[in-house]
């Protein structure tokens, strides 16, 4: 009964260093999301992902990679991190009929990531 | 352009007290689904409640209830009798495809003992 979840949980970077977050999620969902959270501007979504080897661009894209190459797991990069990259990242993912917009998501507990 | 605004950023209440969290939605879609989602200080966004737009029915959970009125395109949250576990932010999402999921800036609730 894990549902989704997400590595580190916390993290410093430098200007210019690169990381990866891991989202993992155990309900055999298709759907996969990463959004950042910033204050006053509620959940923004980076890249989606409708099933394994497939990904998509969101809302806010730029200085983000992503990738699925297994199902249950959705993995999302910083090649060059940058102070504007400071936030706290979600990972969720859902599963229903296709894009109805029915979707209910499952988040991760999420990560806080901070780039000095 | 904004997809879903709610207007209190934060809210202070002494526990027992009712309060309402408002949302307000912008689409051309007929088809829509309206959401809301807790985040406790734990920091996890928890499902509430999905509705879907031909149905403008209001719904009771407990404590919970939500009114729902396409005139207005507003989608209403009330907490009767609230409880310090009730502090935490609430977002309200709107979707219409799976890649299509905007979501408030959310609302800080403050229940106080």
């Known amino acids: 009964n894990a549902g989704v979840t997400q590595t580190p949980k916390f993290r410093v970077l430098k200007t210019g260093q690169s990381m990866t977050l891991l989202c993992a999620q155990d309900?055999?969902?298709?759907?996969m999301y990463w959004y950042r959270q910033d204050p006053g501007m509620g959940l923004r979504l980076i890249h989606y992902?409708?099933?394994?080897?497939?990904?998509a661009k969101g809302e806010v894209p730029d200085g983000y990679n992503v990738s699925r190459l297994k199902k249950q797991n959705f993995l999302l990069g910083l090649e060059s991190a940058a102070p504007s990259q400071t936030s706290v990242y979600f990972c969720?993912?859902?599963?229903?009929?296709?894009?109805?917009?029915?979707?209910?998501?499952?988040f991760g507990a999420g990560s806080r990531l901070t780039v000095l | 352009a904004q997809k879903v605004t709610q207007a209190q950023t934060e809210i202070s209440v002494v526990e027992k007290e009712d309060v309402t969290l408002d949302c307000v939605y912008e689409t051309r879609d007929t088809t829509y689904y309206l959401f809301w989602y807790k985040q406790p200080p734990s920091g996890e966004l928890v499902f509430l409640i999905r509705r879907n737009s031909f149905d403008e029915q209001n719904e009771i959970s407990g404590r919970y209830s939500w009114n729902f009125q396409k005139s207005t395109s507003s989608f209403n949250f009330t907490i009767t009798a609230s409880q310090v576990v009730d502090s935490a932010v609430y977002f309200c999402a709107l979707s219409y495809a799976w890649d299509k999921f905007y979501f408030g800036s959310g609302t800080k609730l403050n229940v106080k003992p």
């Open positions: 309900m055999n969902h298709e759907y």
């Open positions: 992902s409708v099933g394994e080897g497939t990904t």
């Open positions: 969720a993912s859902g599963s229903g009929r296709v894009n109805s917009g029915a979707n209910v998501l499952t």
